[in-house]
Nanobody, 124 residues
């Protein structure tokens, strides 16, 4: 069992920055991979960024060059640095984790463990 708690959301003007954090506790497998997802009103949950068990990262095209995912060495905290924010980045952001053998990192179907979400609002 893995427990995830997000923090760091808030309101910011377009062009601004925010850093989201996700505290990870419970059984942290050496094969654990983690990701950030978001859901805007009226939309499904979208994969934003993910990091695999070896530290390799992948991003949605919509955030490449603006968002950076990272984690601490113990894999107990996951981060999402968001720069050059746009109004279309407004959403509830969730962190997720799992440890399956062959995940599709930006697919929500690859994750069983989810945080409760943190709201990000970007105004124009």
């Amino acid at each position: 069992q893995v427990h995830l708690v997000e923090s760091g959301g808030g309101s910011v003007q377009a062009g601004g920055s925010l850093r989201l954090s996700c505290a990870v506790s419970g059984y942290i497998s050496s094969n654990i991979y983690m990701g950030w997802f978001r859901r805007a009103p009226g939309n499904g949950r979208e994969g934003v960024a993910a990091i695999d068990s070896r530290g390799r990262t992948t991003y949605a095209d919509s955030v490449k060059g603006r968002f950076t995912i990272s984690q601490d060495n113990a894999k107990t905290t996951l981060y999402l640095q968001m720069n050059s924010l746009k109004p279309e980045d407004t959403a509830m952001y969730y962190c997720a984790a799992d440890s399956r053998l062959i995940p599709t990192l930006l697919s929500e179907r690859s994750y069983n463990y989810w945080g409760q979400g943190t709201q990000v609002t970007v105004s124009s």
